[in-house]
């Protein structure tokens, strides 16, 4: 079965992540999305030296594979002449344009907004920007780690009174190209409508706040913060995690405590405290919170993650196990929904990657292609433009394509 936006071509110019996670989503979708790359290529092809010196992991590069699946690649040079001549033509076939660059640069390469849509005002000119069109740092540069710390994130992870978290990268631009996708999404809705393109900037600023809503509403609302949670004195610790005789960890979720109070109290052998005017209540065990959460503590090191899975579930309590990341790479409810896919990748064989966060039950996400190789497809893109394969070769030969 073919994707929603099967028919819709894309032509991306995007680096490292999030312009390219934003075109991989619409890929996914089922959109033709054609990566235009300089004659070095996306820096991400070599990022796996940076991620070898950050965290030590080795082996492929995973990092431009996620991004980059269901693309094709063709190398231009718009420094030129028949470079940028090319180019143009294939926006001509193009639904969308969608970039990651400064504001200012495609404006300097002569592809800014004014200029595409003046050719072509179907077109939808999607940006995945750092800080937004507007306001006085909309071309200052950025990167996941900027937007996480100016949006709010690394103060809104950890405990209370600690340094800023330190937020593990990608987690920015990943909601920032799923917001982009997004808008490009709702973008070509309207186009049905009015037969008219149009600008969509989805910035890593917008992506966070968004992403961060809940606990921004406090402050834009009543002018206060949410309060960064300390486990030991959780106001609510029914809603809190525990350590268990493994040094694995499980987490309890009650957001209406007094229901469950009563089977928490039975599922954990601790009877004795449901009457205790201590614990009885919302207010008394908020109050007494560094108490009961004690207590707990003390409860959970006593068994296994697993043995108290099977005590919590028996007691209808909500609670999940918390994962490390490897740990969810296997978990089979995350494979059930195709949140995690294997797939046939050509040179490394059957691998495992992240899936799809929707799902169609008529027209189904796909993975239908690995990431391209540098201009793998530039003789395929241009003959779908009508150039022959003499031409191609010279255009080769003069340093315009490769």
Same mark, same amino acid.
């Given at each position: 079965m073919k994707g929603p936006l099967d028919g819709v071509r894309v032509v991306e110019i995007t680096l490292f992540q999030q312009g390219p996670v934003a075109g991989m989503r619409l890929g996914d979708l089922g959109a033709d999305v054609i990566k235009v790359e300089a004659k070095g290529g996306d820096p991400g092809r070599g990022f796996m030296k940076i991620i070898g010196a950050m965290a030590g992991l080795k082996g492929n590069n995973y990092y431009f594979e996620h991004g980059n699946r269901n693309k094709r690649s063709v190398v231009l040079d718009l420094k030129s002449k028949k470079g940028m001549e090319l180019f143009l033509k294939l926006i001509d076939t193009a639904d969308v344009f969608l970039?990651?660059?400064?504001?200012?640069?495609?404006?300097? &390469?002569?592809?800014?907004?004014?200029? &595409? &849509?003046? /050719?072509?005002? /179907? @077109?939808?000119?999607?940006?995945?920007?750092?800080? !937004? /069109?507007?306001? %006085?740092?909309?071309? #200052? @540069?950025?990167?996941?780690? $900027?937007?996480? #710390?100016? *949006? !709010?994130?690394?103060?809104? *992870?950890?405990? /209370?009174? $600690?340094?800023? #978290?330190?937020? &593990?990268?990608?987690?920015?631009?990943?909601?920032?190209? @799923?917001? *982009?996708?997004?808008?490009? %999404?709702a973008a070509l809705y309207a186009r049905e409508k009015t037969g008219r393109g149009q600008v969509v900037d989805c910035s890593l600023m917008g992506g966070v706040i968004a992403m961060l809503g809940f606990i921004m509403a406090a402050p834009a609302i009543l002018g206060q913060e949410f309060p960064r949670e300390i486990r030991a004195t959780a106001g609510n610790p029914l809603y809190n995690h525990y350590r268990c005789k493994d040094d694995k960890w499980i987490a309890i979720a009650h957001l209406d405590p007094n229901r469950y109070w009563p089977s928490i109290c039975k599922a954990l052998g601790i009877e004795q405290l449901q009457q205790d005017p201590r614990f009885n209540s919302i207010e008394a065990r908020g109050k007494n919170a560094r108490e009961l959460v004690a207590i707990l503590d003390a409860k959970f090191e006593e068994k296994t993650r697993d043995e108290w899975s099977v005590i919590l579930k028996q007691a209808e309590c909500i609670f999940t196990p918390v994962q490390t990341p490897l740990e969810v790479s296997n978990d089979p409810q995350a494979f059930a929904n195709n949140y995690f896919i294997d797939v046939p990748h050509p040179a490394w064989g059957k691998i495992k990657m992240t899936g799809f966060p929707w799902d169609f039950s008529e027209t189904p996400a796909s993975w239908r292609r690995e990431a391209p190789g540098l201009g793998q497809h530039t003789d395929e893109i241009l003959a779908e433009l009508g150039y022959e394969k003499e031409t191609i070769a010279t255009l080769r030969q003069e340093g315009v394509i490769q």
């Open positions: 970039n990651n660059m400064s504001i200012d640069a495609p404006i300097k &390469l002569g592809i800014g907004p004014e200029t &595409l &849509l003046a /050719r072509k005002p /179907r @077109l939808i000119y999607a940006q995945a920007s750092g800080w !937004g /069109r507007k306001g %006085t740092d909309a071309a #200052a @540069l950025s990167f996941d780690y $900027t937007g996480i #710390a100016r *949006c !709010g994130m690394m103060m809104s *992870c950890g405990e /209370r009174g $600690t340094p800023p #978290a330190q937020i &593990l990268p990608g987690i920015g631009d990943e909601i920032g190209g @799923l917001m *982009c996708a997004w808008g490009v %999404t």
